[in-house]
């Protein structure tokens, strides 16, 4: 009898054995070991004491600086290194800001891997508590129509207007001003219903005088309109231009629509700086019309057909996907016909994986690795190895041996963009959803997301989704003939961001995948689309090509928030700078006006409060976008200041249906205050909620008499916590009827 007793006590030995291993596997410290090891990992985790009540105690929300130290393979390999805050993805890179923005226990977790998938992980613990009740107030400065978001500030010249003559929208038929118009030299041109093209008086205004000065007296003429009780609204006679095409591709001038992708991008100003000359682009598609006038001039020598195994420039099948692909990122720009790409100086390689619209994760792998100068099983290398390599498919399936080539090219400095999918759903698609690659998603001519568009937190950023018109063919008898066409999705998509790609790595050619993917997350190729940061819409926003090539070469250090909003009513405001490895001084600031204290250190972050002396002479009036000079490593980086001022030509809210709504992020809860005349001040509408809870939130205005939701549809972004200064001055200028 004691053997099956010894028996079963040893089986319950090993059983609680493994209970306790798998408890432990799972606390702060986690490992994935295949074939090489990783060291034991750590890193520093602060939150600035700003973000702390009277008595020491962090509370919510708050903004915690995570910092990694170097970490090596054994063959001397700086590691990759990626952020999770409860359990969600927070971004790659050595040091980031966190957004805390409510109390409880939150998970920050460091996992360390390299090119061979083995990981180490390590997770921290933070606890918020609740922070107290505080209060919101405000001013809402409401203008007349066309006059919202300049301040008055921006006045338009004479070349904006045509000269003496302003346009009129009465009240009502028998206003009094109408009626008087012909005694005061007043001509009515034309009329329409209620509204009236008038000229205004000779004799009052100097219509022989010079441009300038003819244009100061029909603004004047147009002020002193709108203020009168009879009159709606008044406005110049604005002139008209057509727009000009800054090249001479004939598709452009055909039809002007054609080109607005390119300006949604803002290629137009990247020109100015390259057209991508020195740069190689691999498409990795179903081929390229090799005579295509429009790309003929851009394939480099290196073709090759995975599918049929051949070397040279591999031909293009209906539906020419390829050839619509490539075109996007560099058809020959001023060739005076077709398109330009977005780099449209840059080189076509041409790899051909797909055969009848599938390919296999073998031929796409081992093209990969022969873009990126690898070893292959083609046995075969390109004279010169490509700078971006353009996915434009994709499949729901993780392939090791797809993700081990993405590896190897990012690792030899390649940059890999794949489409997202168009399904219209948060699914994952490969090669896009592999780490490190640039995931790209479609946004419509709306810029929101175009609904057939997948979507999630993997999504790396946008680009128009179409309709693109892009350089395709089409078959006549058996030989195809060149074309052009709309083409739609997040394949056309892909394209715009390796173009983009490719302009900053021929400003830059020895600019990484990381170091781009870093500009990425810190807003340097990108315009922010949804909510602020990253969202699952749009990633990390529509790619921006005037950004992204005056990124490279520029640290841009780990500061938080992105920018400061100031002016108004609010003269102070706090930003928070990480200590890391490329911050070399503090910042300064050669504006008279704005003075920059440091207000706080801590052992990796220091706090400052920048100051606004709105009575020095110097102060812009009219506000402006200036700069805090951050110096760093590589020179100075820019941190944006942005200082509105209230407008003047107050106009008033005739009803009682505009609120001031104020959103909890998280827990969408939702608080009004309506506006009324009892709350008119100096012209403005004064509000105030009391007990606002430590939080994050939105807050906008909202009304029937206005266009829209100010100062957005998403609403201004707002930190309430206990030390933040001049929280009781959010002021905003809203465009009334």
């Known amino acids: 009898m004691r053997q099956p007793v010894l028996f079963i006590l040893l089986t319950c030995c090993f059983l609680m054995a493994c209970l306790l291993t798998a408890c432990f596997s799972s606390s702060s410290d ?53 952020w999770k805050l409860n359990g969600k993805a927070a971004g790659a890179g050595k040091a980031r800001w966190l957004e805390l923005p409510s109390p409880g226990s939150h998970f920050v977790e ?35 129509e066309q006059k919202s978001g300049n301040s008055g500030s921006l006045r338009p010249s004479l070349k904006d207007i045509i000269p003496g003559e302003v346009i009129v929208r009465f009240r009502e038929p028998e206003a009094a001003f109408r009626s008087a118009m012909g005694e005061d030299g007043w001509q009515e041109l034309e009329r329409y219903k209620e509204t009236a093209l008038l000229r205004i008086p000779l004799a009052r205004y100097a219509m022989g005088g010079d441009g300038e000065a ?45 080109f607005w992708p390119l300006e949604a991008i803002t290629a137009p100003d990247a020109w100015d700086q390259t057209r991508g000359a020195g740069a190689v682009i691999a498409v990795l598609d179903s081929g390229v019309m090799a005579d295509h006038p429009d790309l003929k001039d851009r394939i480099g020598p290196d073709g090759y057909d995975f599918v049929e195994k051949r070397a040279g420039t591999p031909s293009d099948e209906r539906p020419f996907h390829g050839t619509q692909v490539s075109g996007i990122a560099l058809a020959t720009m001023n060739n005076g016909l077709g398109i330009a790409g977005v780099a449209g100086e840059a080189t076509l390689m041409p790899l051909k994986v797909i055969k009848n619209d599938s390919a296999s994760t073998w031929d796409i792998a081992q093209a990969i690795r022969y873009a990126a100068g690898l070893e292959n099983a083609s046995g075969r290398l390109p004279q010169r190895r490509a700078d971006v390599i353009n996915l434009s498919l994709g499949g729901t399936w993780n392939s ?7 590896a190897a090219a990012l690792k030899a400095g390649v940059f890999v963009v794949a489409a997202a999918g168009n399904e219209g759903r948060d699914r994952k698609n490969y090669p896009a959803a592999h780490s490190g690659v640039f995931a790209v998603a479609g946004v419509d001519q709306g810029l929101m997301r175009h609904r057939d568009s997948n979507y999630g937190d993997w999504i790396s950023l946008v680009a128009p989704f179409g309709p693109v018109y892009t350089t395709s063919a089409w ?45 990425l997350e810190k807003g340097g190729m990108t315009r922010d689309l ?97 700069f805090i000079a951050i110096p760093t490593d590589s020179g100075d980086s820019l941190y944006p200041v942005h200082v509105n001022m209230p407008p003047e030509n107050l106009h ?60 957005s549809g998403g609403g201004r972004v707002v930190w309430v916590y206990p030390k933040a200064p001049c929280l009781e001055h959010l002021d905003f200028v809203v465009e009334a009827f």
């Open 475 to 519: 078959t006549l008898v058996s030989r195809p003939q060149a074309s052009y066409v709309d083409a739609f999705g997040t394949s056309m998509a892909t394209p715009f961001v390796s173009g983009v790609l490719a302009l900053m790595r021929s400003l830059d050619p020895f600019l990484s995948p990381d170091q781009a993917m870093g500009i």
């Open 652 to 711: 008033g809210l005739s009803q009682d249906h505009v609120f001031v709504v104020l959103e909890q992020e998280g827990s969408g809860k939702m608080r009004y205050y309506s506006l009324s005349e009892e709350d008119k001040e100096e012209g403005a509408y004064v509000w105030r909620m009391d007990d606002v809870e430590a939080g994050l939130y939105r807050i906008r205005i909202q009304g029937e008499e206005l266009k829209g939701a100010y100062p």
């Open 110 to 144: 460091l996992q360390v891997s390299d090119s061979l998938g083995n990981y180490r992980t390590r997770r921290e613990e933070i606890h918020l508590a609740e922070g107290p009740a505080l209060f919101l107030s405000g001013r809402v400065y409401p203008v007349r």
């Open 30 to 82: 986690d490992s994935k070991v295949k074939k090489s090891s990783i060291p034991e990992i750590s890193f520093s985790l602060e939150i600035p004491d700003s973000f702390k009540n009277d008595a020491g105690i962090l509370v919510a929300p708050a903004r915690a600086f995570v910092l990694a130290p170097d970490f090596f393979s054994e063959d001397g390999k700086l590691l990759d290194y990626n």
């Open 214 to 258: 003819v244009a100061g007296d029909t603004l004047a003429a147009v002020e002193a309109l709108s203020m009168r009780r009879d009159i709606l609204w008044a406005e110049p006679n604005y002139r008209r231009r057509t727009f000009r095409i800054p090249v001479n591709d004939t598709a452009y001038a055909e039809d002007p629509r054609r």
């Open 400 to 406: 090791r041996e797809e993700r081990e080539a993405v």
């Open 530 to 626: 949804g909510p602020l940061g990253k969202d699952e819409d749009t990633g990390w926003g529509l790619v921006d090509a005037a950004k992204a090539v005056h990124a490279p070469g520029a640290a841009v250090p780990v500061a938080a928030p992105e920018a400061l909003y100031m002016g108004m009513g609010r003269g102070q405001a706090l930003f928070f700078l990480g200590k890391a490895n490329d911050v070399s001084g503090l910042p300064a600031s050669s504006l008279p006006w704005l003075e920059i204290r440091e207000t706080a250190q801590g052992l990796n972050t220091r706090t400052f409060t920048v100051f606004l002396n709105m009575e020095h002479g110097d102060f812009p009036g009219e506000g402006g976008r200036f």
